[in-house]
Nanobody, 127 residues
Framework: QVQLVESGGGSVQAGGSLRLSCTPS????????MAWFRQAPGKGREGVAS????????YYADSAKGRFTVSQSQSDKTLYLQMNSLRPEDTGVYYC????????????????????WGQGTQVTVSS
């Protein structure tokens, strides 16, 4: 059974940094992608960053480019999201998400296959 547990959220001032972590269980190297999504207050969920399992190739939403870095530990498969230069509009609940199939679709195709979600961690950025 797939379980994803996030940690590392918190409250920071604009311009600050946070690092989110996601520990997966039930993990296999056959998963094609993992990703971070977020949900701002009153808005829907949106993809922020994804990573191709195996190659480590990252993809970023435009809002995250140049500020966020997604990575994965090869030893224990923990997924990270390093967030720098945070803005108030980055406020929301951040979710670690796994795509266990299908294959052959880009990991930044946020609408396909991201079916396993963590419980989320709150990030609040004040101005």
């Amino acid at each position: 059974q797939v379980q994803l547990v996030e940690s590392g959220g918190g409250s920071v001032q604009a311009g600050g940094s946070l690092r989110l972590s996601c520990t997966p269980s039930g993990y296999t190297n056959s998963w094609p992608c993992m990703a971070w999504f977020r949900q701002a207050p009153g808005k829907g969920r949106e993809g922020v960053a994804s990573i191709v399992i195996g190659t480590g190739r990252p993809y970023y939403a435009d809002s995250a480019k140049g500020r966020f870095t997604v990575s994965q530990s090869q030893s224990d498969k923990t997924l990270y999201l390093q967030m720098n230069s945070l803005r108030p509009e980055d406020t929301g609940v951040y979710y670690c998400v796994a795509r266990t199939g299908p294959y052959g679709r880009p990991c930044h195709d946020w609408s396909v296959g991201y079916s396993h979600w963590g419980q989320g961690t709150q990030v609040t950025v004040s101005s």
